[in-house]
């Protein structure tokens, strides 16, 4: 099977789609000329041309705003924002139009646009650049939201996201651009709202999903080691729709659920998962529920600092030494 | 254009122009056939007797949230949307009655729709801010400031991606001009060469903020920043929004050039029905636009003039353009509402299928 980088795997994604879909158009800063801030669609420019690919000006209000509206006829455009934390400029957009023009209209249109970036801390770039904004987004009905992991499903989530006829916001990760992993061949597209389980266990569930996969399975591995435990992880992959049957499946095996997301606490992915396992599942668990997130703080600069105030490998595994 | 505060009413005429209209002779208008021109007059007064009729529906109760008549404006939406084709597409804001009727939606499912009844165009879901018929190329009613025109932006965008000649009007009031979202709109259409025309319906007022106070400079001048072209026209007549926009339109698609094109209007309710509209302007400045400017006047006088219009039609108009909307109260007082088991239909559009397309949870809801 071929080994393609986070990154690669989302621009096999992209070029596979325009391909297929002449209504398929890439837009956003520095996509075309400059090969992407991250370099996700290098290459396509001069592979598709300026149609397809469109560099806009700095301006999301404008741009995901037109796209939003390019959409309502019928054109299917993925739209990068540099990060998910430029969001903010575009907000008004995101969530009264994209989400609400649906509903608001009877069920008479259909926005299948695609919003897509990276939304994480831990690059040093400070509070505006660093913004996990999944939460925010799932909150407003009408909107979904994809969170892969690894390259396959990241590839795949990308195709399904691009064929939705609903709006989709795709959020990635910097750190993750660059991992690696196996990518099967062909056209293949993963369901909405079916969660992976990463890796099978009997002692306790870790609900996770983006990077914080990766710091829980390093975690379980360590403490298979020195402990012998034998830990669950469940990556989620799509936040909204969610898999809330693989959750209450797997704490109903291990009774103890641990929850780790790159989120501050508040009102956090993690909050709403605590809040349906304890409505649903409450005589399966033998432990309260623990979350492992961000620091309640707004995203520190000092590099070193900033790796303690996100979820890593140390502090997962010190979560999950309380339950078990 | 800067709105200045008219002389008083005793200085000037307390009618109509009676003269005939400078725009009778535009290409665009001398072609209209006796129909058309009866057709342009019927629906300036059915959006007019429409809206009145909401007036006292508003007012016992019936309507729900607010009520933003567009009462005075007529001639613009009426004209405007008399131009399009089938390739060209209108959006506005939430003084979208007008426009709505203007491009040929019923009149009933609109009142239920402030009714907040299942048979109203969003289906209850939208109100009277949000009123939309995609099948008319009529993309909303948008409750948010400036916040539609990226979109109609986008519709532009989508119609020139896709071929098609044809062009988008995005309307917005005065006060929308001083929109961020606005403005990155202007920017994308001119550096993309887009089909579109941001049509300023300048009232004078955003909400109780007169021009002068809200906004810097000329409002269509801005055009000028973006290497735009623009046109400035007045809103009473009718002949005139049409002689302005048919060439802005034309050029749209023809060129796919956009265009800004302030239309001088006035609108004799407060911003909304829950607007006191006593704080922030004189009754004489009403009266006289009233008085002098009224659209739906000067064009009466103007097919008067062309003997187009009889005493008798003109009666026979309005008496039907009343029943219309007492229909519309009937059909509305007679029309269910959605029940609580509609509120999470038309949410996404894959739950509104008879098989979803995703797996898992999509909403959560509680006891």
Not at chain 1, 69 to 93: H, N, T
């Amino acid at each position: 099977m071929p080994v393609l980088t986070y990154r690669e795997a989302i621009r096999a994604a992209l070029s596979e789609e325009i391909e297929r879909d002449p209504n398929v158009v890439i837009m956003g800063e520095e996509v075309a000329q400059f090969n992407g801030a991250y370099k996700v669609t290098e290459g396509m420019l001069e592979k598709y041309g300026p149609k397809r690919i469109v560099d806009t000006p700095i301006s999301e209000a404008g741009f995901i705003g037109m796209g939003i509206g390019a959409s309502m006829l019928g054109i299917r455009p993925v739209m990068e924002l540099m990060f998910w934390s430029f969001y903010s400029v575009a907000f008004d957009q995101i969530v009264n139009n994209a989400a609400n023009v649906r509903y608001m209209s009877g069920g008479q249109i259909a926005c299948p646009i695609v919003i897509r970036g990276p939304a994480n801390g831990g690059t040093n770039v400070g509070a505006t650049h660093s913004h996990t904004v999944e939460n925010i987004l799932a909150h407003h009905p009408g909107l979904k939201v994809v969170v892969p992991s690894n390259a396959a499903d990241a590839k795949a989530l990308m195709k399904t996201a691009i064929r939705d006829n609903d709006p989709v916001m795709f959020l990635e990760n910097t750190i993750l651009y660059g991992e690696k992993g196996e990518v099967p061949e062909g056209d293949i597209t993963l369901p909405f709202g079916r969660a992976a389980i990463a890796r099978t266990g009997k002692d306790l569930t870790i609900v996770t999903y983006g990077r914080c996969v990766l710091h829980s399975l390093a975690a379980a591995e360590t403490l298979r080691a020195s402990k012998g435990f034998d830990i669950e992880i469940i990556d989620l992959r799509t936040i909204r729709p969610l898999d809330v049957d693989t959750i209450l499946r797997s704490v109903a095996k291990t009774h103890r659920l641990l929850i780790v997301e790159e989120q501050r606490p508040y009102c956090s992915i993690g909050s709403h998962i605590a809040a349906i396992v304890q409505e649903e599942a409450f005589d399966e668990l033998d432990a309260p529920i623990l979350r492992v997130g961000t620091i309640d703080a707004p995203s520190i600069y000092s590099p070193p600092v900033e790796k303690q105030q996100i979820p890593n490998v140390d502090r997962v595994i010190a979560g999950i030494l309380r339950l078990l | 254009m800067s709105k200045k505060s008219p002389e008083s009413a005793e200085t000037k005429s307390d009618a109509c122009a009676v003269k005939p209209s400078t725009h009778a002779s535009a290409p665009v208008n001398a072609a209209l056939s006796n129909a058309q021109r009866i057709e342009l007059y019927r629906k300036m007064v059915r959006i007019r007797r429409f809206e009145e009729r909401c007036l006292p529906v508003y007012n016992s109760g019936k309507i729900g949230g607010f009520l933003h008549l567009y009462i005075g404006q007529e001639a613009v939406a009426v004209g405007a949307c008399s131009l399009m084709g089938k390739d060209d597409h209108v959006i506005t804001a939430y003084r979208d009655h007008g426009h709505a009727i203007a491009v040929g939606m019923d009149t009933k499912p609109l009142m239920a729709e402030l009714y907040g009844k299942i048979t109203g165009c969003s289906k209850g879901k939208g109100g009277s801010m949000h009123y939309f018929a995609p099948d008319l190329n009529y993309w909303g009613g948008h409750g948010i400031v400036g916040g539609q025109i990226p979109l109609g932006t986008g519709l532009a965008y989508a119609v020139k991606y896709q071929g098609k000649k044809g062009a988008a009007m995005a309307f917005m009031g005065d006060g929308a001009v001083n929109q961020g979202a606005v403005h990155e709109a202007y920017n994308l259409a001119a550096l993309w060469d887009l089909p579109v025309l941001f049509v300023i319906e300048n009232n004078g007022y955003s909400m109780g903020t007169s021009q002068e106070r809200s906004s810097a400079g000329e409002l269509g001048k801005r055009a000028e920043a973006y290497d735009m072209k623009f046109y400035i026209c007045g809103g009473h007549d009718v002949y005139e929004v049409r002689a302005t926009l048919d060439a802005a339109l034309t050029r749209a698609r023809e060129q796919s050039k956009p265009a800004v094109v302030e239309i001088d209007t006035y609108r004799y309710r407060g911003h909304s029905v829950a607007d006191p509209d006593k704080t922030y302007r004189d009754r004489a400045e009403i009266e006289d636009y009233r008085k002098t400017k009224d659209p739906i006047q000067v064009f009466q006088n103007q097919l008067v003039l062309e003997k187009v219009l009889t005493p008798a039609l003109i009666e026979e108009i309005d008496a039907e353009a009343r029943a219309e909307s007492e229909r519309a109260v009937e059909f509305a007082e007679a029309s269910p509402f959605p029940t609580a088991a509609d509120i999470q239909k038309d949410v996404y559009w894959e739950t509104d299928q008879p098989k979803r397309t995703s797996e898992g949870r999509i909403f959560f809801n509680q006891p």
